[in-house]
């Protein structure tokens, strides 16, 4: 903050006396001066060409208004900044030419004008935040001090006011405002950044625990399961029949192929996690896939139940889209499968495809077990699985990479599921994918 403006000399005691008519008082006849030597007068003159002098080199603007508010001089910066000559203000209401009105141009009352109070009240007014107005009708910010003058026996007899433009200081004071302003918002979008990182990084350390723990915990069957028929082999080989033998192998089989299954979703949800997957698109005939999605899902079943329970329309004959077929795949095999494994057979499963502007809905509906309410909404997270799943095989990380692949394609996933009755789960993707940038 610029320190007010101080006047560098009392003008109040080296001014002449003023009688309101003209810029500097001449002696009267009455006055003792008048009989003075002429060292006397020649020594009053050289103050008065000081004085002069004084007021010419200031490069703040003074002037000075009798008791009735019109100037009584003038100095030149004074003038310049207000775009008069000094001469057209000499009596005139100094208030009328520059201090008539607030900065949004309503009436400023006299009586309120503390320039007139300094030789009311004879107190020094400060002000630094009002406007002088310029002969063209513009105004500019000032910064002023109205000091009272009084005559040799201390009867107020006008005011001297120094003001200077402080355009350059509220401009910069604007400026410093609005950098703060904008640091400060920076700073609370950095803040704000920092913090949601900071979240990520403990949602993704409690993740990575919680995937430790439940890997540990989900190997552990298929592993002591694995050993518990290695034992059996080893010790009742000779007692064991070639088809219970068989069963042991199986079962071997069944249990390496669950845990392969699960470090290949461990896997991919690492690389989801690590922005290390990103979206392959390539146009292909989304009809014509899905068929071969359905006949490798119902294969992999038990023939003998499974083969025909998915029952697929569609109004089109073909359809292009360009998405990443792996992702489709993924997506289509994960939920497929789970409406195969926890619905009865031979309950068919509806799988639809509809096609609306620029979307593409893949409608899959089963006639399940159905999912409880309050497992719907964990129902993406990883490893979890509906209470009512009983002794079903799964791993609960299918619908937790099916919503990655959505996401990461620019789609949305809904599920409704009535518990008893099955599940219906719509899957909305582009027609074509489009990166988040485009």
């Keep these: 903050m610029i320190p007010p403006f101080q006047l560098p000399l009392?003008?109040?005691?080296?001014?002449?006396?003023?009688?309101?008519?003209?810029?500097?008082?001449?002696?009267?006849p009455e006055d003792p001066t008048a009989s003075s030597t002429p060292m006397a007068a020649a020594t009053l003159n050289h103050l008065r060409q000081q004085?002069?002098?004084?007021?010419?080199?200031?490069?703040?603007?003074?002037?000075?208004?009798?008791?009735?508010?019109?100037?009584?001089?003038?100095?030149?910066?004074?003038?310049q900044m207000?775009?008069?000559?000094?001469?057209?203000?000499?009596g005139q209401s100094m208030h009328h030419v520059l201090h008539h009105s607030h900065p949004d141009r309503t009436p400023y009352q006299r009586e309120n004008c503390p320039i007139y109070a300094a030789f009311q009240d004879g107190i020094v007014h400060r002000v630094c935040d009002e406007v002088f107005w310029r002969k063209d009708g513009t105004c500019f910010p000032v910064e002023y001090i109205s000091t009272p003058m009084r005559d040799d026996q201390g009867?107020?007899?006008?005011?001297?006011?120094?003001?200077?433009?402080?355009?350059?200081?509220?401009?910069?004071?604007?400026?410093l405002q609005r950098t703060n302003e904008e640091l400060e918002h920076r700073v609370r979008d950095r803040t704000q950044e920092l913090e949601q990182a900071n979240q990520q990084l403990q949602a993704l350390s409690e993740l990575r625990s919680r995937v430790v723990t439940m890997v540990c915990h989900e190997f552990r069957n298929p592993l002591n399961n694995i050993l518990l028929s290695v034992s059996s082999l080893g010790r009742y080989q000779d007692q064991l029949t070639a088809d219970q033998k068989a069963a042991y192998l199986l079962g071997i089989q069944d249990n390496v192929e669950r845990m392969t299954q699960m470090i290949d979703a461990i896997l991919i949800i690492g690389r989801v996690e690590a922005k290390g997957m990103e979206v392959q698109p390539r146009p292909f005939d989304l009809i014509t896939f899905c068929h071969e999605v359905m006949a490798e899902v119902q294969g992999g079943a038990e023939p003998a139940l499974q083969q025909n329970r998915i029952q697929f329309t569609s109004r089109h004959k073909r359809l292009i889209v360009a998405l990443d077929q792996c992702m489709v795949h993924s997506i289509l095999t994960n939920i497929l499968s789970n409406a195969i494994r926890y619905s009865p057979a031979p309950a068919p499963i509806q799988f639809k495809v509809v096609k609306y502007h620029d979307q593409v809905t893949l409608h899959i509906a089963d006639a399940g077990i159905g999912i409880p309410a309050e497992d719907l909404p964990h129902l993406f997270e990883p490893f979890h699985r509906g209470r009512n799943v009983s002794n079903i095989a799964g791993t609960g990380l299918g619908l937790n990479i099916v919503k990655r692949f959505v996401d990461l394609q620019g789609g949305h996933i809904d599920i409704s599921s009535q518990l008893g009755k099955g599940t219906v789960f719509q899957v909305v993707l582009p027609i074509q994918y489009r990166p988040a940038s485009s």
């Design 51 to 79: 004085q002069q002098l004084i007021l010419n080199a200031i490069g703040e603007g003074v002037y000075g208004v009798d008791l009735q508010g019109n100037a009584t001089f003038l100095n030149p910066a004074a003038a």
């Design 82 to 90: 207000i775009g008069w000559d000094p001469q057209e203000l000499l």
């Design 10 to 28: 009392d003008l109040s005691d080296s001014l002449p006396q003023f009688d309101g008519q003209s810029p500097l008082a001449h002696p009267s």
């Design 155 to 175: 009867q107020l007899v006008g005011a001297v006011v120094v003001f200077r433009d402080i355009t350059q200081r509220k401009w910069a004071e604007a400026l």
